[in-house]
């Protein structure tokens, strides 16, 4: 799927060192060796894409940091037989990371030249388990899922999206003001409830829907 001697293997193995100190493990740390984050971002940005850094993705969104990305991907505790979804496809590289932890990933966006960007950067791998959806509201996206990942941060939990989770499901999601947001991880109970636990902190762009 992906080449591992793309000459930028050196910078990637740093990176996954620098995951692996941050608690990142297993199959997890494996996805990210082999993600090449540099196809994601422009051509100016290339030589950066492997420090822990965000980086500018256009429209004033970013990609987030590998650290952050990681720890969220790893909350999700993967099998590979779940169906995905992640709200907030931006440059497409978490969802490259997901696709190969998962079965399924359903991706959506809301701006569309970046959801069209996303396409054509996968047109270049044998990626066949993602579906890009150009959409705002979740309720697009048909079905139910067993992990849900928001990329963007909500300054109020949206309830509804716990219908969107199956039971046993798991839902990571960002959650704060402008000060920066709380990286919550949600359980879904047999018995509807969450159960509910902060994994982390980050600053990530907004959600906006509607
Ligand atoms: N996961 C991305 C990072 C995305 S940044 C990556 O790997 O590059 C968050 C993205 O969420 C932005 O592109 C923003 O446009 C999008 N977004 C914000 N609110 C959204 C919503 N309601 N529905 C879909 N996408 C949304």
Redesign the pocket.
Known sequence: MFQSNDGMEYARRDMVRGLAERGISGVVLDVFYRTPRHF?VSDGLRYSAYRDSSLP?G?G????KPSI?AGMVQALALTGEEHVL????????????LSQLAKHVV?????GV?SER?VDVFKSFEISNVTF?H????NNAEGTFDAI????GVEIFPVDLCGKLNSGGRLVIPVGGKDGHQIMKYVKKADGSLLEDNIGSAT???????
């Open positions: 994601f993705i429209f969104q970013t990609i987030s990305i992640e709200i907030g496809t931006g440059s497409g590289y978490q969802a490259a990371v991706t959506m966006e809301r701006i970046l996303a959806l959409t705002d509201d979740f990942l928001v990329a963007a990530f762009v907004p959600y906006i829907a509607g």
